[in-house]
Every structure is written in structure tokens, then in C-alpha cells.
């Protein structure tokens, strides 16, 4: 992009203003309407982060209390953790929802791969 923005300056030759191409112009608004985007991330970023899970031990830990749960065997302390690591989850997933999101809108246009 640094080859298509050129610099408005004033009599001091302080950079007042900024010309951009149309596409760099179109891309940045574009970009910048959609809140749900990840900004600032590279391309192997987003793609580590769409497809990144749950540390292994809090995976295991997830399980064996779902499991509990579902025999009604779970006590004050373990309902908490059990909530906890379920927004974990759910946060996780917003999260990899949006990676998912930017890389399809700012990489891959027209690709079905996420």
C-alpha cells in the first residue's frame, strides 16, 4: 500500500492530508465498517487463531465434568469451574468465528475453505 498513498503538506511541509488509490481507499473503508473484523493480525495469525481449541488439560477437564454433570454428580465447586471453562468456550469460538470472518473478507474473497 505505501506506493499508492501520497502526502498532502501544508506551506512547512508538515504532512497535512493523505491521498489513496481507489482499491486502497475502497479496502481500508470497507475494513473499517465491519467491526466483527480482526485488525492488525497477519494471515497466519488469524489462520492460527480459526483454528486454535482449548488448552489439552482444560479439554480433559471440560469432559470428565460434563460427564459429571450428566449424572447429576457435580458439586458447588466443580458447577463453577464447569461454567467457567464453558465460556471459555464460548469465547473461544467468537473468537475463532471472527478469525474465520477476516481471513474470509481480507484473503480469500471467494474461497469456501472457511
Known sequence: MSDSVQY????QVDKVGVLLDLENYQQLTN??????????LSQDELQALAESSLFAKSQIQLQEL???NSENNLSKEETQILDRLLMQVDQLNIIKTRARHTLKTKYLQNS???
Open 112 to 114: 469456501e475453505n472457511y
Open 31 to 40: 475494513l473499517s465498517i465491519d467491526s466483527k473484523l480482526l485488525i492488525g
Open 66 to 68: 460434563l460427564i459429571k
Open 8 to 11: 498532502v503538506t501544508n506551506a
